[in-house]
């Protein structure tokens, strides 16, 4: 099993540029999370989702959108980059909704 | 939603020694509590969870507690190595809000040899 996988790794962006984050994982996990780790502050959740066709919004979801229209699959958007949503995104998928493991992360800046 | 801090910000022990790290929690309703180890340039890996019908937890060198009272649950990692060097999340969570995690600032932890 390749675990979860994000991509890209890496990405900059101009302020007002669109881009979308991609996230997969080949356990058969139902529940998918997106935080972003900013220094000093955690993880913060963005999305998340408890199965193909459910999504709900975490704690920052504001300028973020996701769908899940396969288990396999979590994509989080940008529709409108901003210099505030720099930062490091990590995937997360759960079995159970209990134990998560998380992708490598993809670290983006908005300039 | 959720509150939950965590102490100290780092953490640095001699090789050998035992390393604690503290969290608390505002909402009385979270009852599942894990803890995260994350090495330079990775993602979180789960170490160790405790839910809130237990109040204590061991896996080798590593250990967590649980007062549902006081609302704190704590990290414990004895003999410690210079692989155990890295930064520490502790999380709280209520398992019928689907996945909602929320998780402290971290603790970064230092193993001096």
């Known amino acids: 099993n390749a675990g979860v996988t994000q991509t890209p790794k890496f990405q900059v962006l101009k302020t007002g540029q669109s881009m979308t984050l991609q996230c997969a994982q080949d356990?058969?996990?139902?529940?998918m999370s997106w935080y972003r780790q900013d220094p000093g502050m955690g993880l913060r959740l963005i999305h998340y989702?408890?199965?193909?066709?459910?999504?709900d919004q975490g704690e920052v979801p504001n300028g973020y959108n996701v769908s899940r229209s396969t288990t396999e699959d979590f994509p989080l958007r940008l529709l409108s980059a901003a210099p505030s949503q720099t930062s490091v995104y990590f995937c997360?998928?759960?079995?159970?909704?209990?134990?998560?493991?998380f992708g490598p992360g993809t670290r983006l800046t908005v300039t | 939603g959720e509150n939950v801090e965590q102490h100290p910000s780092t953490l640095s022990v001699q090789e050998g020694d035992s390393a604690v790290i503290k969290c608390t929690y505002s909402?009385?309703?979270?009852?599942?509590f894990p803890w995260y180890k994350q090495e330079l340039g990775k993602g979180p890996q789960l170490i160790i969870d405790?839910?809130?019908?237990?109040g204590e937890k061991k896996d080798q060198r590593i250990a967590v507690t649980l007062n549902k009272t006081a609302k704190h649950f704590s990290l414990h990692i004895t003999e410690t190595q210079p692989e155990d060097s890295a930064v520490y999340f502790c999380a709280a969570s209520l398992s019928n809000t689907g996945n909602q995690f929320y998780f402290g600032t971290g603790t970064s932890l230092t193993v001096i040899p």
């Open positions: 405790i839910r809130s019908n237990v």
């Open positions: 356990m058969n996990h139902e529940y």
């Open positions: 997360a998928s759960s079995l159970t909704g209990y134990e998560q493991y």
């Open positions: 989702s408890v199965g193909a066709g459910i999504t």
């Open positions: 909402d009385s309703a979270s009852n599942y």
